[in-house]
């Protein structure tokens, strides 16, 4: 190894273990944990029809409700800092590679990349939110006016329909890999009890479970919108949640689904505490 090389490494290794990249993940993992909390709480309003009719189970209605509260505005800001700081650990990744021995791999920096250009645009979201010019549109006016916009574009049903499908293989990813508890490989927990360890796996497994179902059937919509080119069929969050009660479980899948998301958001911050980074 040269001295370069040997620099390099050295680099890389601080990075990986330095406690940049570590308060940057926990910072990261605390505001996504607060978000999907806060819009679980909302949809299970939804769905006993306790929330006002202008209610959003999404980001933005999450942001909202965390808006009125003492201090609303100083949290919101401080959850789009979150995010940011999301973005730049997923980046580090990506450029630096990610904890673990295969974290070095080219598909291991290629999905943190995704996750750095995901997390961007969502902390670009809420700062907008943050700085009174992102509100003005739900997150499901959001999600009809970029596909009506992708879909004027050369090709766009073939890029929004590949886009519905990516999503939808997104969700049925995360489900699966919920199920196999992947997640446990991130996590250094081998100190704790059997009880806090079986907690946190519950956690992982029935947040993923809704997190999956929502990413699948919203990709689902976005391939339905790029067939019949019509924006109005892409649902948002808020719109994809609603359907759940159009089936015939009714508003109890809904609740199953929205209890799921304040799960991930639990164990966002149980990840927060014990994730390797």
Known sequence: MTAGEAAREGVRAA??????????????????GLLYVLIGVIAVRVAFGESDGGEEADRTGALQELA???????LVWAVGIGLVCMTLW??????????GPDGDKAGKR???????????????????????????????EQSRDVTAR???LPGG???????????AIGGVVIAVQAVRRTFRKHLAMARQP???????????VGGGLARGAVFAVAGGFVVHSAMSYDPAKAK?????????????????LLVAVAAGFVLFGLFSWAMARWRRV
């Open 15 to 32: 990075s990986k273990g330095g406690t940049a990249r570590g308060v940057m993940a926990r910072c990261g993992l605390v505001a996504r």
């Open 68 to 74: 009125d509260k003492p201090f609303g505005g100083v």
């Open 90 to 99: 997923r980046l580090s990744e990506a450029v630096l590679g990610a904890a």
């Open 110 to 140: 290629l999905a943190s990349a995704a996750r750095a250009v995901f997390y961007g645009t969502v902390a670009y979201s809420v700062l907008s939110f943050a700085a009174g010019s992102g509100g003005g549109q739900s997150g499901d």
């Open 150 to 152: 992708a879909l004027e």
């Open 157 to 167: 049903p073939w890029w929004v329909g590949a886009a519905g499908v990516g999503i």
């Open 194 to 204: 059997d009880g806090v360890r079986k907690a946190v796996e519950v956690l992982g």
């Open 236 to 252: 948002g969050v808020d719109d994809t949640l609603r359907t759940f009660t159009e089936t015939p479980a009714g508003p109890w």
